[in-house]
T-cell receptor, first 108, second 113 residues
Framework: GQNIDQPTEMTATEGAIVQINCTYQ??????LFWYQQHAGEAPTFLSY????GLEEKGRFSSFLSRSKGYSYLLLKELQMKDSASYLC?????????FGAGTTVTVRA | DTGVSQDPRHKITKRGQNVTFRCDPI?????LYWYRQTLGQGPEFLTY????????KSRLLSDRFSAERPKGSFSTLEIQRTEQGDSAMYLC???????????FGPGTRLTVT
């Protein structure tokens, strides 16, 4: 198994920054994805890391360190609409293996 | 194209009944995936199609589950003799190739009573 671990819940204030960590134990994978999922809706793609380093997409950035088995998703300038579950997933050939997700609550 | 669509969005059935779900992927995507998601968990991989060929079926899928993609376009997932443990959200996704992002449909929420 890949043992993907994420914190269960995080709370932050509107306008702040939140960092969601994801750790995993696996021997190899093609890349690491981050998805956002609002309650009752489908996961939507946020970011994808293949190589080590930082990928920036607007208010969202994702970082990967393969040697440390670690990734994080950084959400800046938080907005109320960012309240959702954030899923870390490893791509192995064609299969995505997901963590349980981190529920982020943004408070005014 | 409006993305991946799934039908129905909700299904309530009695234990022992058969149910069938449909997924229409993004038209130019020849890879199609089915996942299952239960409350508080991430999606779990069920099966994968490349065009009409089913290339992998997870051990999570018992013999009561069958999936098809007859013409390499839409796909169906059938569950026979449903059990209460089958209650979950069934998600379909598609992608252009195996390393591209997978686009998810809205899911079919199954409740077995």
């Amino acid at each position: 198994g890949q043992n993907i671990d994420q914190p269960t819940e995080m709370t932050a204030t509107e306008g702040a920054i939140v960092q969601i960590n994801c750790t995993y134990q696996t021997s190899g994978f093609n890349g690491l994805f981050w998805y956002q999922q609002h309650a009752g809706e489908a996961p939507t793609f946020l970011s994808y890391n293949v190589l080590d380093g930082l990928e920036e997409k607007g208010r969202f950035s994702s970082f990967l360190s393969r040697s440390k088995g670690y990734s994080y998703l950084l959400l800046k300038e938080l907005q109320m609409k960012d309240s959702a579950s954030y899923l870390c997933a490893l791509l192995d050939d064609y299969k995505l293996s997901f963590g349980a997700g981190t529920t982020v609550t943004v408070r005014a | 194209d409006t993305g991946v669509s799934q039908d129905p969005r909700h299904k309530i059935t009695k234990r022992g009944q058969n149910v069938t779900f449909r997924c229409d992927p993004i038209s130019e995507h020849n890879r199609l995936y089915w996942y299952r998601q239960t409350l508080g968990q991430g999606p779990e991989f069920l099966t994968y199609f490349q065009n009409e060929a089913q290339l992998e079926k997870s051990r999570l899928l018992s013999d009561r589950f069958s999936a098809e993609r007859p013409k390499g376009s839409f796909s169906t997932l059938e569950i026979q003799r449903t059990e209460q443990g089958d209650s979950a959200m069934y998600l379909c996704a598609s992608s252009l190739d195996t390393t591209s992002e997978q686009y998810f449909g809205p899911g079919t929420r199954l409740t077995v009573t």
